[in-house]
Nanobody
Framework: QVQLVESGGGLVQPGGSLRLSCAAS????????MGWYRQFPGHQRELVAT????????YAESVKGRFTISADNNKKNTVLLQMNSLEPEDTAIYYC???????????????WGRGTQVTVSS
């Protein structure tokens, strides 16, 4: 069974930084892409950043230049999101997302983590 385990959320002052980590575990044959989405109260989840198996990245316009997504070279199937210059408008629940080939029969599926709260406030 595949699980996505997120860590690194919390409370930070405006202008501060946080680093989120997401580790995928289980019977994983291949990770096509991993990334982060966020959800504001009363809104649908929206893309923050993604990272694919070719090293290509994609960012929401609102986070370009402030957030950086990367693979954790020390841990397999783990993606990091470095968030700098955080603003109160970044306050949301952040969800890890993974496009994986996994499980019995090596089926390609989309997986989600449970989410981690990021709060930017003074």
């Amino acid at each position: 069974q595949v699980q996505l385990v997120e860590s690194g959320g919390g409370l930070v002052q405006p202008g501060g930084s946080l680093r989120l980590s997401c580790a995928a575990s289980g019977s994983i044959a291949m990770a096509n892409a991993m990334g982060w989405y966020r959800q504001f109260p009363g809104h649908q989840r929206e893309l923050v950043a993604t990272f694919d198996s070719r090293g290509r990245t994609n960012y929401a316009e609102s986070v370009k230049g402030r957030f950086t997504i990367s693979a954790d070279n020390n841990k397999k199937n783990t993606v990091l999101l470095q968030m700098n210059s955080l603003e109160p408008e970044d306050t949301a629940i952040y969800y890890c997302n993974a496009d994986l080939v996994a499980g019995t029969g090596n089926k390609r599926s989309i997986y989600w983590g449970r989410g981690t709260q990021v709060t930017v406030s003074s």
